[in-house]
């Protein structure tokens, strides 16, 4: 779960949401985000938030999906998390980051829940945009080899792997 903590520090710097990215940034960058964390993240439901904003507040509530009891709950939390992420990357397919933060939740996510078919795109414009980002794609590779369902792309896997030793 460290590896949805670290993504939430891993927001661009040219939104116009810039000084509430930072303090994201600082948060979350070393601290998996408390049940009342996370809610006060998803509780900031602003129509103007930019789509890096709107994604992380949709991985904030796949994350916590993990805090609930109620089935129904866990499920309602993910689905609608999921929905934002997915809208924002709607709105901007080439981002490397919302690529990023969908492809974390895919890796991590429970199978039954059969949000898994994306992955191999995001990866695949993951490694393509990897040297011509200014995020931290080193820590960000080391959080996807991290994912659960990480052993199933093998060959992912391991090009992942080149990128940290380049």
């Given at each position: ?6 993504i ?25 985000p ?17 789509n ?5 507040r ?92 990480i ?6 896997k ?9």
């Amino acid at each position: 779960m460290i590896c949805f903590c670290t993504i939430l520090v891993l927001l661009l710097n040219s939104e116009n949401d810039s000084s509430e990215i930072e303090k994201s940034r600082l948060k979350f960058l070393f601290e998996k985000p408390s049940k009342e964390e996370l809610k006060t993240y998803i509780g900031d439901e602003e129509s103007n938030q930019s789509n890096t904003i709107q994604a992380y507040r949709g991985l904030s509530m796949t994350l916590m999906a993990e805090h609930v009891f109620s089935p129904f709950s866990k499920l309602s939390y993910f689905y609608e998390g999921r929905d934002l992420i997915d809208q924002s990357i709607e709105e901007k397919p080439n981002n490397p980051e919302l690529r990023y933060i969908r492809l974390i939740v895919q890796l991590n996510a429970p199978g039954f829940l059969g949000y898994n078919e994306s992955i191999a795109e995001d990866l695949d414009l993951f490694v393509t945009m990897f040297d011509q980002t200014s995020l931290p794609a080193g820590q960000m590779v080391k959080n996807m080899l991290n994912a659960k369902h990480i052993e199933d792309y093998e060959i992912w896997k391991n090009t992942l792997k080149q990128l940290l030793n380049e």
